[in-house]
Structures are given as structure tokens and as C-alpha cells.
């Protein structure tokens, strides 16, 4: 099956500053990359997706970046504020038949932006 | 209009007990998954359901852990003489997903239910 993994676990970043976070995946099938972004005793809530035929995609201060033939991604936040502190999952879809999107989760990063 | 929303928030059970854990969906969808959080960890897929159709059941650990959802919409995840490894938060997702569409659609989830075994 697929296998995620994620950097760094925790980062701690001064506010106004870049935060970046990096994912692996094992399956070359997967095809879809959302990241999460859950706050202390909150449910996962979806900051940005992206599909494996695109590279790069933005929402004003988030981007995601996806190198299929490295087989890796990465969330970049600009400009952080205090309240972009919270734990980040990055996750991947590789359906094996087609109706399965199950996601596998990277271990998360917990980021702390430093007012 | 409303989200996922499971009950109970919060169960503490004696470990040999059983316990269910409900989830609902948003209405109309019809892609409902379940997924297991060990604390300090990502989500863990455990079944998926396509309206009442369990159509992935291969992360569930053991023979204990059954989910249905008998009409395509609420579901419960039952989980049978409960152990301590068995404390983790249950969190369920929705997605408007169908068939044949090919097309991904944002997994909505729910607050979770914290279940901790004693």
C-alpha cells in the first residue's frame, strides 16, 4: 500500500516568515495530494489540494508543489500568522479500483509560528 | 448547512466492553470513510463505504471492528471487547464522490469520538 512520510515533525517559525513542509510517497499510482490542517481537539479541515497532472498550485499565502518523478510534495506558507499555528497532514490517493479515494496520511508537522 | 457530525464526542470504556460510535454525513453524500488517530499521529484509513456498499474494509486491525451503514447514510463503527490499543480518536469522513466519475472530491470529517480504553 501506500506509505507517506513527512518533514519536519515540528517547525517553529517567526512570524512574517516562510514555513515549508515536505511529503514522500511510495505508489507511483497516486494521483491526488491533499494537505490538512487540524488545530488542538478540532477536526482535519482541508487547506489545498493538488492533482498529479499540475505542478504548482496557490491560494493566496499557501502553495503546494508536486514532483511526480520524485514522487514527492510540499506545502509552502508565506507571510505566517499566529494563527497558522496547528498540526498540517499531508496525505495521498492512489485508487486501486475506482471507487476507493482512501488517503494515507503523513505523521504531521506541527508548526508554531513565534509572534 | 451542517457538517459531519459523530457521537459521542467522548467514550470511556472498561477494556472487554463494546462499544458503537455513530457517524453523519453531510446529506447527499455519498462516499462515507472511517479513519483511526492514534494521538501524536496521522489519521489511519480503517473501511469505506459507497452509499451502503462497504466497499474497502482493509484497515480495520482486527475481527472486532465492524462498520455499517445499512442505509447510505448514518453509520456506525462497532468495535467488540475493547482493548487498550483500542484508545484512539474514530474519525469519519464524507465525500460527494460517485461512481465512475473519476473525479475527486474533498473528504469533509467529522469532530471525531475519543476512545479511551481503561
Known amino acids: 500500500g501506500e506509505n507517506v512520510e513527512q518533514h519536519p515533525s515540528t517547525l517553529s517559525v517567526q512570524e512574517g516568515d516562510s514555513a515549508v513542509i515536505k511529503c514522500t510517497y511510495s505508489?507511483?499510482?497516486?494521483?491526488?495530494f491533499p494537505w490538512y490542517k487540524q488545530e488542538l481537539g478540532k477536526r482535519p479541515q482541508l487547506i489545498i489540494d493538488?492533482?498529479?497532472?499540475?505542478g504548482e498550485k496557490k491560494d493566496q499565502r499557501i502553495a503546494v508543489t508536486l514532483n511526480k518523478t520524485a514522487k514527492h510534495f510540499s506545502l509552502h506558507i508565506t507571510e505566517t500568522q499566529p494563527e497558522d499555528s496547528a498540526v498540517y497532514f499531508c496525505a495521498a490517493s492512489s485508487p486501486r479500483r475506482s471507487n476507493d479515494y482512501k488517503l494515507s496520511f503523513g505523521a504531521g508537522t506541527t508548526v508554531t509560528v513565534r509572534a | 448547512g451542517a457538517g459531519v457530525s459523530q457521537s459521542p464526542r467522548y467514550k470511556v470504556a472498561k477494556r472487554g466492553q463494546d462499544v458503537a460510535l455513530r457517524c453523519d454525513p453531510i446529506?447527499?453524500?455519498?462516499?462515507l470513510f472511517w479513519y483511526q488517530q492514534a494521538l501524536g499521529q496521522g489519521p489511519e484509513f480503517l473501511t469505506y463505504f459507497q452509499n451502503e456498499a462497504q466497499l474497502d474494509k482493509s484497515g480495520l486491525p482486527s475481527d472486532r471492528f465492524f462498520a455499517e451503514r445499512p442505509e447510505g447514510s448514518v453509520s456506525t463503527l462497532k468495535i467488540q471487547r475493547t482493548q487498550q490499543e483500542d484508545s484512539a480518536v474514530y474519525l469519519c469522513?464524507?465525500?460527494?464522490?460517485?461512481?465512475?466519475?473519476?473525479?475527486?472530491?474533498?473528504?469533509?470529517f467529522g469532530p471525531g469520538t475519543r476512545l479511551t480504553v481503561l
Open positions: 469522513a464524507s465525500s460527494l464522490h460517485r461512481s465512475g466519475t473519476g473525479v475527486y472530491n474533498e473528504q469533509f
Open positions: 446529506s447527499g453524500h455519498v462516499s
Open positions: 505508489d507511483s499510482a497516486s494521483n491526488y
Open positions: 493538488i492533482r498529479s497532472n499540475v
